[in-house]
């Protein structure tokens, strides 16, 4: 009976040992999620080579600033910071979104709550999103009038880019613009009829500064965004007032995930070769930013900390558009840290 109880009470101790370990376990991991000394420690070359970026000043009063964006999000995600420095400065600022987002078919079902989303919910998905992005864009300080959807494919624009030729969307279905708030509505999926509308809001909005994605971006929508709207500036000479940021970074960048509003948006592993610029954000605009992303309330429902990952101290512009390859080797290590 002695031997059972010391028996007993070893175990009892070795189980508290265990408990007590995991919960130091846990304490030290949730600080070093979200301590942002912590953070530093863990990504120390990142940090040093997002430190020594050349700042970017924001644009000046009077000056015309124009987003490019492929899917409602992705202004904010880039550029909300940069929106809400620009307004504030005095600056008037414009958005343009090519696809309205009703590609994301795993938002779909979640949204109707099936495993099978019908066609039509894919385009009430799209709709949603264009409400959610006014209303981002609302929490920046952008007008109304200043924003346009032109409504094209999501999931289709790089298939546009290479074949003239009418396309159907992979997603809703349609062969033309379903959307009455569209630019265009009812017109048919080409990439002449892209360039056209595109080419009307560069027109109409006359930017001195453009930012659009870059052909670095992972994302092919992005890649095609990118293309349309680089071919439109050569053609008016404005090549020189494009800004490039990337999104879809490579890596499960950013890293790391969730909300880390003291530290630093890290130079994406797919944009690595670039020229980068940092746009530094008031507590203010860092703020604002985060009100932006958690418009889009579709998108958070399903990935909440890759979008969370993007509210952070600076946003990072380039006018480099691409990279040079014979960097790779130095690459390497950079890699590594993520």
């Known amino acids: 009976m002695r031997r059972l109880r010391e028996g007993r009470r070893f175990g009892s101790r070795r189980r508290d040992w265990v408990l007590g370990a995991g919960l130091l376990l846990a304490l030290g991991l949730a600080f070093a999620i979200n301590a942002t000394s912590a953070l530093t420690l863990l990504y120390p070359r990142a940090t040093a080579a997002v430190r020594a970026l050349p700042e970017l000043s924001a644009p000046r009063a009077g000056q015309t600033l124009l987003v490019v964006s492929p899917h409602p999000d992705d202004e904010s995600l880039c550029c909300g910071g940069q929106i809400a420095r620009a307004v504030q400065a005095g600056a008037q600022v414009y958005v343009v979104w090519l696809t309205s987002g009703d590609g994301f078919e795993l938002n779909s079902a979640l949204l109707g709550r099936t495993f099978r989303p019908r066609l039509v919910a894919t385009e009430n998905l799209g709709r949603r999103r264009m409400d959610e992005a006014a209303a981002a864009a609302a929490v920046l300080g952008v007008p109304a009038t200043h924003l346009t959807f032109l409504g094209y494919p999501d999931g289709g624009l790089l298939r546009m880019w290479k074949d003239p030729a009418p396309i159907r969307s992979p997603h809703t279905g349609a062969m033309h613009v379903p959307y009455m708030r569209a630019l265009s509505p009812g017109v048919v ?16 909005v006359q930017p001195d500064l453009v930012l659009l994605p870059s052909t670095s971006d992972a994302h092919r929508d992005h890649i095609a965004t990118s293309l349309f709207t680089q071919d439109l500036l050569k053609k008016r000479g404005w090549s020189s007032r494009a800004r490039y940021w990337i999104v879809h970074g490579g890596l499960e960048w950013p890293l790391p995930k969730g909300l880390h509003q003291t530290f630093p948006l890290l130079i994406p592993p797919r944009g690595h070769y670039l020229k980068w610029q940092r ?12 009100q932006a992303v958690q418009a889009h309330r579709s998108q958070m429902l399903v990935m909440p900390r890759f979008m969370l990952a993007f509210v952070r101290k600076n946003e990072l512009s380039t006018r480099q558009e691409t990279g040079d390859p014979a960097d790779g080797a130095r690459s390497e290590q950079h890699n590594r840290e993520y």
């Open 189 to 204: 999926y080409t990439a002449a009829n892209l360039r056209r509308d595109l080419g009307a809001v560069l027109d109409r």
């Open 279 to 290: 746009a530094d954000l008031t507590l203010q605009q860092e703020a604002l930013k985060l």
